[in-house]
């Protein structure tokens, strides 16, 4: 999976890359440096060789697409330049941007900074809206919407998405006596997030103390707030999160559920919370696509096919990538070619059977590699048509340029706080003088 360094950082750049339905955790292919030296060029076949700066395990090579590629287009070469981790990735993509130097023929950018890139590097890409063969339809409105600029050019097109699930082990809502029926069990807490916690309530009562009902409080805040139509910036561009009654009003519900031993004291994606999945620790968690690929790999033999999916109380979205063309590449046209295609509808839904990645392609849903989808920890659950359903009603939310700065303080100098004594008023403060001093670097 792709590695990363603690809280919001972490979990946006893991995300792709144990992003893995059958196979388990995808080893990244590590490169951290070299990305200079790999300009694109023709080698000595007399074949143009496209070049694609990508960061973590993004897939499209392990999931066979670049050799159908080559065998569909014979004189295109194929070779991705990989940085293991988004946070040594992206200061370097923008180094390369802002120099206009050093650059790929294609560029991966991710979520979490793809609105960054739109208001400050937006000239340095080819407007992918007028590549051949690109329709706006073929994106979910507010994945397109993400990687395009007032004046209406599209910097990069859609690769996966995030959209949230609550994935829960089966056996241990039943020892706690909640329902296992997972139309029952969304039921418990449909449209509302409070009625999650009152779930969690239940779960403690029935189930006592040797398990948690939920992984740990950054996932839950994260979740929460993945589900708001505007959380940390307003469409303007202000930063909003300390009067944003949305921003509060989700970390005092996660202040609260760890007040009350819901949630694990853990962070996401640390060796310790590794091994809570390995030992079955925690009943629930905030679950897009790929962190299927996690449970699997972190779980022990006997968990696979206790797992199953509900529909969280509000559909919010975690994860996501763009590719985007740099003008200054050696093989403009043909890296247009190439996106376009990778990013169409069929090749999405290969790559969400390969790999996990969920496709922001709504045409994907009704593909076989979709409809048919399953996965070894969740046994016959209809994934792809869960995920298809939760994918349908993520809201279009505001994405600012410094999200991950504040969502990391929310979680690694907030919630966090509250699982280990503090109140949370005084874990609420930390956060806001961590992140505000973070804003000003």
């Given at each position: ?60 090579k392990e999931a066979g697409l670049y050799d159908e590629y080559e065998k569909l287009n014979p004189d ?13 990735y992206y200061p370097a993509l923008v180094n390369h941007l802002t120099t206009n130097s050093g650059l ?194 972190k779980s022990q033999p006997d968990s696979a096919g206790k797992w199953d999916v509900a529909q969280a ?129």
């Amino acid at each position: 999976m792709r590695a990363a360094r603690r809280g919001s950082a972490r979990r946006v750049v893991v995300m792709a890359a144990i992003a893995s339905l059958g196979a388990g955790l995808l080893a990244g292919c590590a490169d951290d440096g070299n990305d200079e030296d790999s300009s694109s060029s023709g080698d000595s076949s007399g074949k143009t060789t496209i070049t694609l700066g990508l960061f973590g395990t993004m897939g499209f090579k392990e999931a066979g697409l670049y050799d159908e590629y080559e065998k569909l287009n014979p004189d295109i070469n194929i070779e991705e330049n990989v940085t293991e981790r988004n946070e040594n990735y992206y200061p370097a993509l923008v180094n390369h941007l802002t120099t206009n130097s050093g650059l790929q023929d294609v560029q991966a950018i991710e979520v979490g900074n793809i609105a960054e890139v739109v208001a400050t590097q937006a000239d340095k890409f080819e407007d992918m809206s007028k590549a051949a063969g690109v329709q706006k339809a073929n994106w979910l409105d507010w994945k397109w919407q993400q990687a395009t600029t007032k004046d209406g050019a599209t910097i990069g097109l859609g690769t996966d998405i995030g959209p949230m699930a609550i994935c829960y082990r089966k056996d241990l809502f039943e020892k706690a006596g909640l329902p296992t029926d997972r139309e029952e069990v969304s039921k418990l807490w449909a449209g509302d997030w409070n009625k999650f916690i009152e779930a969690g309530e239940k779960y403690k009562k029935g189930a006592g103390k040797d398990t948690y009902f939920m992984d740990s409080p950054g996932g839950l805040i994260n979740a929460i707030l993945s589900s708001e139509d505007e959380k940390f910036y307003d469409a303007s561009g202000k930063v909003i999160y300390k009067t944003n009654p949305a921003v509060k009003d989700a970390f005092d519900l996660t202040a609260e559920a760890a007040e009350k031993g819901l949630v694990q004291s853990q962070t996401q994606f640390q060796p310790a919370w590794d091994q809570t999945i390995s030992n079955s620790l925690f009943a629930t968690v905030a679950c897009p696509p790929w962190m299927l690929g996690t449970i699997k790999a972190k779980s022990q033999p006997d968990s696979a096919g206790k797992w199953d999916v509900a529909q969280a109380p509000k559909a919010g979205n975690w994860g996501g990538t763009f590719l985007g063309v740099p003008k200054s590449g050696k093989h403009v046209k043909e890296a247009q070619k190439l996106v376009t295609w990778l990013t169409a509808p069929e090749q999405q839904a290969k790559l969400f059977s390969k790999m996990g990645s969920f496709p922001s392609a709504p045409a994907a849903y009704k593909l076989p590699q979709v409809t048919g989808g399953k996965n070894d920890m969740t046994g016959d659950a209809p994934i792809g048509e869960l995920f298809a359903k939760a994918a349908e009603q993520i809201p279009t939310q505001v994405i600012g340029p410094k999200d991950q700065i504040v969502q990391q303080g929310l979680t690694d100098n907030g919630v966090i706080l509250v699982t280990q004594g503090k109140s949370a008023e005084d874990a609420w403060d930390n956060a806001v003088k961590t992140i505000d001093n973070n804003l000003e670097k």
